[in-house]
């Protein structure tokens, strides 16, 4: 998933960095309330994991003013306020989840994807097109029952393409998908790993749309 | 009432009000019936004597009766029989002026019952026995009668009457016993009341005590408790507060020791497994320094001592915080410099050094490199100073008196401060009767924080 991670706490928010990279989200971080809505009104984005107490605007407000002009983003609050009081309005103003710190790293994924597969409208947690299953909590991908090696990013393309099933994926729209702005991209990476996909789970998955992008069709 | 009393059991009123109440009732009952018993036998005296005279002019009409008839009194027995039963107890003597006894009862002594001269009633000697005597002439001064009688029988009658009279002034003293307790018990009840109500108090209950059914004596009592309690219950509520912010402080830095920890074992790399290991420490080292300044502020918190407090130079403790912070100041490329004249104040020497450690980080940790901080001591006509000036960002007008508050930072900053450095100061300054204030820096850039000292003693 892209994620956008705002955290104003330096340590915090880099160890969150990396430990969703980890994960293989691509994630950016941004460390002030202002700079934190503007990315999220510009990026496209799968999720956004929110500190409350933040410099120059404060979490709620944030939240409020993007659900206020529709975005539709799911939004995870982590806060150092464990009080229901402030659940209650968090989730009220439009959060989608909240975790109170201290919290564990994969309780944050898997919350992430919880968040994200209600936003997609898909109740069960893997995803099956055809004879391919791909399980997003596990990272594993199966094709006709046996288990496919797939990399990191192989592997988020492949679930974003499926995510989007039926619709035609930019390139640009995939490689901000899988590498966060501080990434070194290589002009051709999304056409390695398309190719990749390709051999390893058949050469029909993935179809290439001419001078649009790719895309995975409805089974 | 000592002060070895109140440390023991201290003194009840009700045992107080009920001897004092008790021992009142019981003297005046035993006055009154002194005082009846002696109207008593007054009385008693008084019919005894009547008695005695009434016999004395009986026997003495009759005496002069005889002398009138036979020119000597006869008929002794007679004379008996007309006065008294019997002649025990009972003596007479009828006298002529020459001192001749012209007759006499039985067992009379030859010699005058009373002084031959004296008129009226007196005391004699019959046998070992103080009789009561009467003596009286005739209106013709013929004839004079002593007369005495044995006492004991009225004694006896007033025993009797004496004890009658204490047991009916026990019986009373009894009742008024049973009512002055009754009434002491009623009258301290409300207090007792009170008592029972402030004593099963739990610790956590806090609550006023109701005083409406309180007497008014036990108003000011009540009332003072009253206030007490609400000083303890704000005190509380900032103890609680804080705790609550401390604990919410501290979460953010478990969070990022947590997410560091659980990242370290999932780096991918070495360079990723170092890098969040220095975090890792760095996550830990903040979270001491929090803790750190939790403790500070709240030894700060704590009333000053006298064995505590003596005269320091507070350029002494500037130069040594100085020399502390010369180390990171020169990492960081600060010019850190000081100008320091010596003056004394009264303070807590290990409180004043937290207070200079807190002025000096703070405007370390925003002052940008190249940066330069000043320290300066002095006095000027108030009283000592302490100042420390940057010349980094600033602080905004507004936000000039909300930065003592804990935990709060400004807005845009990095939060790597604990966000108490500044309330410490302000807490520093507040128990040494000094007064904090923030202004521009010179050339109204960056920072001067200033402390006003009490001038010392």
Same mark, same amino acid.
């Given at each position: 998933m892209r994620l956008l991670l705002v955290e104003d706490d330096e340590h915090l928010g880099r160890a969150l960095q990396t430990g969703l990279a980890q994960q293989g989200h691509a994630v950016d971080w941004l460390q002030d309330g202002v700079a934190g809505e503007l990315a999220a009104r510009d990026g496209d984005y799968d999720a956004m994991v929110l500190d409350?107490?933040?410099?120059?605007?404060?979490g709620m407000q944030l939240i409020a003013g993007l659900r206020r002009d529709g975005f539709a983003v799911p939004i995870l609050i982590i806060t150092a306020r464990d009080e229901i009081r402030d659940r209650v309005q968090g989730l009220d103003m439009g959060a989608d989840d909240f975790i109170v710190k201290p919290f564990d790293l994969e309780e944050l994924g898997a919350r992430l994807r919880a968040a994200h597969r209600r936003a997609v409208g898909r109740p069960q947690a893997a995803v099956v097109h055809g004879d391919i299953r791909v399980d997003p909590a596990a990272r594993q991908v199966t094709r006709a029952g046996q288990p496919v090696a797939l990399t990191g990013r192989e592997f988020m393309l492949l679930l974003h393409l499926l995510e989007h099933r039926g619709r035609v994926r930019s390139r640009s729209q995939l490689q901000e998908s899988l590498y966060n702005w501080t990434s070194e991209i290589e002009s051709n990476a999304i056409e390695v790993h398309v190719h990749n996909l390709r051999r390893k789970l058949g050469k029909d998955l993935i179809r290439t749309v001419h001078s649009q992008g790719y895309v995975i069709d409805n089974a | 009432m000592s002060s070895t009393t109140l440390e023991t059991r201290g003194w009840s009123l009700r045992a107080r009000l009920l001897a004092l109440l008790l021992t009142l009732a019981a003297a005046l009952f035993g006055a009154s019936a002194v005082i009846n018993w002696r109207a008593h036998h007054e009385a008693s005296d008084r019919l005894f004597d009547d008695s005695l005279r009434e016999s004395a002019s009986l026997l003495l009409q009759l005496a002069e009766h005889e002398m009138a008839e036979h020119g000597q009194v006869l008929g002794l027995e007679l004379l008996q029989a007309e006065t008294r039963p019997g002649p025990d107890g009972f003596r007479f003597q009828i006298w002529t002026p020459a001192m001749q006894a012209s007759v006499r009862s +039985? =067992? =009379? @002594?030859?010699?005058?019952?009373?002084?031959?001269q004296m008129e009226g009633f007196g005391w004699s000697t019959v046998g070992t026995g103080k009789w009561r005597a009467y003596s009286a002439w005739n209106r013709g001064h013929t004839l004079q009668i002593q007369i005495a009688q044995e006492p004991t029988r009225h004694a006896a009658l007033d025993q009797v009457a004496l004890w009658r009279m204490a047991g009916g002034a026990l019986l009373l003293l009894l009742v008024a016993a049973v009512v002055i307790w009754l009434i002491v018990d009623a009258t301290l009840a409300p207090l007792q009341r009170t008592a029972g109500v402030v004593g099963e108090r739990s610790e956590q209950d806090l609550r006023e005590v109701d005083a409406s059914d309180a007497p008014r004596e036990v108003r000011p009592l009540v009332d003072a408790l009253n206030r007490l309690l609400q000083r303890i219950r704000s005190a509380l509520q900032t103890e609680r507060r804080f705790t609550a912010d401390a604990a919410h402080e501290l979460r953010t830095p478990l969070a990022a020791i947590r997410a560091n920890a659980q990242v370290l074992l999932g780096a991918r790399d070495q360079a990723e497994r170092e890098n969040t290991a220095r975090d890792l420490l760095a996550s830990v080292d903040r979270s001491t320094r929090l803790v750190e300044q939790l403790l500070a502020l709240a030894r700060a918190d704590q009333p000053l001592h006298d064995e505590t407090l003596c005269d320091v130079d507070i350029a002494e403790v500037a130069r040594e915080q100085l020399a502390a912070h010369s180390g990171r100041a020169d990492k960081c490329g600060i010019t850190l410099q000081g100008d320091l004249a010596p003056v004394a104040t009264r303070a807590d020497p290990a409180l004043l050094s937290v207070m200079v450690r807190n002025l000096l980080d703070n405007a370390l940790r925003y002052t940008p490199p190249g940066g330069r901080i000043t320290v300066m001591t002095g006095a000027n006509d108030e009283g000592p100073v302490l100042t420390v000036e940057d010349d980094g960002p600033g602080i905004p007008e507004p936000e000039r008196e909300r930065?003592?508050?804990?935990?709060h930072r400004l807005a845009g900053?990095? =939060?790597? +401060? @604990? +966000?108490l450095g500044l309330s410490i100061v302000r807490r520093v300054a507040d128990v040494h009767g000094a007064r904090v204030a923030i202004a521009a820096g010179p050339g109204d850039r960056g920072t001067r924080v200033s402390v006003r000292f009490r001038q010392a003693a």
């Open positions: 409350l107490g933040l410099p120059r605007q404060d | +039985g =067992a =009379a @002594s030859q010699l005058p019952l009373l002084p031959f930065v003592f508050e804990r935990f900053q990095k =939060a790597t +401060g @604990s +966000g």
